[in-house]
């Protein structure tokens, strides 16, 4: 009896904890899902309308008839897949590489990719404008493909690195004694087996180039060309008078629902991915 | 013993095929990382804006001459380092608060675990309107508790408030990137030894005297980690602000990075916007080598 009486103290806190972890998580997206399924009417009531009266898609219709709201976000899909697998493709190797074979100045190329990891991408986006400018990718895919590219690489290179060292030597002694030059032994006894891992590193890849501001807000400017996160924060912008409190809440929840789906889908590997990246600096 | 010369053939080719593997990775990080920090570094001895019609002009260290008066840049870095400072803070404290809890053994734990880290996924610019829509002055939701709550009598302009505005995006910050935090400590919470509790448990220490003398020690490492990540990012921070205020209400909300993007891309005053760059660089650059000094000084005294 006593010692239940000490325990159930702890474990009320346990899940008052616990409860208040969901709700502040959960709050402002369910808000924003509330919001978006309300009428007008609802969403701009005084006092608040916590619980639609009446539920609504317009919202919904409007971003996919009146903004070319499916447009943004196969531009999306498409730049982050493309900057994904082009990050994996480059990524992987380096990894390797720096995972298994003694390279002079190796400990200063680890060293670098960690640092970088660090930079602001307010630090990389003046001299990049330039190099946007000067090759003309202004409104170019390639214009965010390769920086997205770039800012994953560091992270793809310390995932992938960790997970190579994990690997026994024996697999690539043997295909060594069986005369596989190192590139035929990557691509034809490695790759398989990573492919865990580059689940883990695509998944936070694509979710980093699905959300990134700045570089898709100056290099693209055609509203055809635009990625979901600039073309929602411009649709709060576009109208003066009236801000479209429901087609902005609509566009957030559909602008999620991917990073949603993947969260659900995925969260222990992108946990891995995420401690594996940032605790072996 | 000496090396058989097909030995040493082997091995060179080995490092050839190494360079060979590395080098787009290499390449690709020079060009993205790199090459934008020496041009800016370059570009800030020079004048280029609309009155030199945008032509670069060598102009010495007159940038640099101008920042030093430039009230607007001072301000811009006091707010960054406000930001930077009181979110951090509040991440580190609720993050590992978070930690602790998603550490324990509960049901349900693995469906907790995932909606906690909802929040980091998802995209910035977005999660910005969502503020924005909360803290509302009209219809935001934050006015509409207080009020039931009766805690203030009218609604207040959180984001149109000099005072108030810069609390809406550390909130919105702070509640982004808390489970980031969590994650990092999460993982090291798990890799002290139940050992280490029991025997202590045995010496007869509370719970909470063996949290100050075990897992506060032997977590400082990845809570050092954690808060240089966080200090870089939020040093940086754009999407959140840019969306949110904008920098405003007249100039409140104004961190280094917005003041940098407008002195590029509506001043055209390319010169300039690369020595503040170059001077942020150099901050955080300086801030972040003290970190990790900090962090070898803990490793050194742990082993």
């Known amino acids: 009896m006593a010692n239940s009486a000490r325990s159930t103290a702890p474990r009320l806190g346990l899940w008052l904890a616990v409860g208040l972890i969901l709700l502040l998580s959960l709050a402002p997206i369910l808000w924003q899902l509330l919001t978006s399924l309300k009428t007008t009417a609802d969403i701009t009531a005084i006092p608040n309308v916590y619980f639609p009266r009446q539920l609504t898609l317009e919202h919904y219709i409007d971003i996919f008839q009146r903004q070319p709201f499916l447009r943004y976000m196969l531009n999306s899909a498409f730049v982050a897949v493309v900057s994904t697998l082009l990050c994996l493709l480059i990524g992987t190797p380096a990894a390797y590489v720096l995972a298994r074979l003694k390279l002079p100045g190796e400990q200063i190329i680890l060293t670098g990719v960690l640092i970088v990891t660090l930079f602001p991408y307010i630090l990389l986006f003046l001299g990049l404008l330039e190099l946007v400018r000067n090759f003309g990718l202004a409104n170019n895919y390639l214009a965010l493909i390769v920086p997205y590219t770039a800012i994953n690489l560091p992270l793809t290179i310390l995932v992938m690195r960790s997970f190579f060292q994990q690997l026994p030597h024996e697999l690539e002694d043997a295909a060594r004694v069986e005369g596989y030059s190192t590139a035929q032994m990557l691509l034809q006894i490695l790759l398989p087996l990573t492919t865990p891992a580059l689940v883990t590193t695509g998944i936070l890849a694509f979710i980093a180039a699905w959300n990134e501001f700045i570089f898709a807000l100056t290099f693209i400017t055609r509203d055809s060309m635009k990625t979901v996160p600039v073309a929602v924060a411009q649709l709060s912008g576009t109208a003066v008078f009236e801000v479209p409190y429901g087609a902005l809440a609509a566009a957030t929840v559909v602008g999620t629902l991917p990073l949603v789906l993947l969260v659900l889908l995925f969260q222990r590997r992108i946990v891995q991915g995420l401690t594996a990246g940032a605790v072996k600096g | ?303």
Do not use: C
């Open chain 2, 1 to 303: 013993m000496l090396k058989s010369p097909g030995k040493l053939n082997l091995q060179q080719q080995e490092q050839r095929t190494g360079w060979l593997l590395l080098a787009p990775a290499l390449l690709l990080l020079l060009l993205v990382y790199v090459y934008p920090i020496l041009r800016s570094f370059w570009l800030s001895f020079y004048s280029q804006n609309l009155g030199t019609e945008l032509k670069p002009l060598f102009a010495g260290l007159d940038n640099y001459q101008r920042m030093a008066i430039d009230g607007r840049f001072w301000e811009s870095l006091a707010n960054t380092s406000f930001f930077t400072l009181v979110s951090v803070t509040l991440e580190l404290g609720l993050g590992l608060g978070m930690a602790l809890v998603l550490n324990q053994a509960f049901r349900g734990r693995g469906v907790v675990r995932t909606v906690a880290l909802l929040p980091w996924a998802l995209p910035t610019a977005l999660i910005a309107t969502t503020w924005t829509w909360i803290f509302n002055d009209q219809f935001g939701v934050w006015n509409d508790l207080l009020q039931r709550l009766g805690l203030i009598q009218t609604g207040v302009n959180w984001l149109g408030d000099p005072g108030w505005a810069i609390w809406t995006v550390i909130a919105a910050d702070v509640w982004k990137t808390t489970p980031f935090i969590a994650i990092l400590l999460l993982a090291g919470l798990q890799s002290i030894s139940a050992d280490f509790y029991e025997a202590h448990a045995l010496d007869g220490a509370s719970p909470i005297q063996s949290f100050f003398q075990i897992t506060l020690p032997l977590l400082l490492p990845q809570i050092v980690i954690a808060a240089l990540f966080r200090f870089a990012q939020a040093f940086g921070i754009f999407d959140l602000v840019q969306v949110m205020t904008g920098g405003g209400p007249g100039g409140a909300t104004e961190t280094v990075s917005i003041y940098i993007y407008a002195t590029i891309m509506r001043y055209l005053d390319f010169g300039y916007g690369a020595a503040l760059v170059v001077v942020t660089f150099a901050g955080l650059g300086l801030a972040v080598l003290l970190g990790a000094w900090s962090l070898s000084q803990l490793r050194r005294g742990a082993s």
